[in-house]
């Protein structure tokens, strides 16, 4: 084995060691973690933090809105049938960047994306929000 294959295995050992022990082949390693482990939310958040602490990567120029989605879906995002673009981020990007101990800068398009979406995301909070409290004066009245 080389570094890069011990790399390798060393992060599915920490994907598996965070999402369970789901079985990963050679085919994996190219793939999206997030079509392989459906990791996101609070348990992608664990994960960069243990990955982080593992490899001593700089974590300067990594956005986590760019890589990861929150741990549910907003109940909008499912009526309006919206699937939100990541960044992919496979087995060996995440092993070339434990090997460079720095989180690459994302491009500029990247940056845009994730700023249309972080605000198309509070219009959205903001909007199930407001049906939230539009249920509730109904099923009061209704009570009344």
């Known amino acids: 084995m080389n570094d890069a294959t011990d790399t390798q295995q060393a992060i599915v050992n920490l994907l598996q060691q965070q999402m369970g022990k789901k079985p990963v082949v050679e085919a994996d390693f190219d793939r999206n973690i997030l079509d392989v482990f459906g990791i996101a939310g609070d348990d992608a958040q664990e994960f960069i933090t243990a990955f982080h602490k593992q490899f001593n990567v700089d974590m300067k120029n990594f956005d986590f809105s760019l890589y990861f989605g929150d741990e549910g879906f907003l109940l909008t995002f499912f009526l309006l049938r919206r699937k939100r673009r990541f960044l ?25 994306e994730s700023l249309r979406f972080k605000n198309l995301d509070r219009q959205l909070l903001i909007m199930n929000w407001m049906a939230l409290i539009g249920l509730m004066a109904l099923v009061l009245k209704w009570l009344d």
């Open 88 to 112: 992919p981020l496979s087995i060996r990007d995440l092993a070339t960047i434990a090997q460079t101990a720095e989180w690459p800068a994302p491009d500029e398009m990247a940056r845009q």
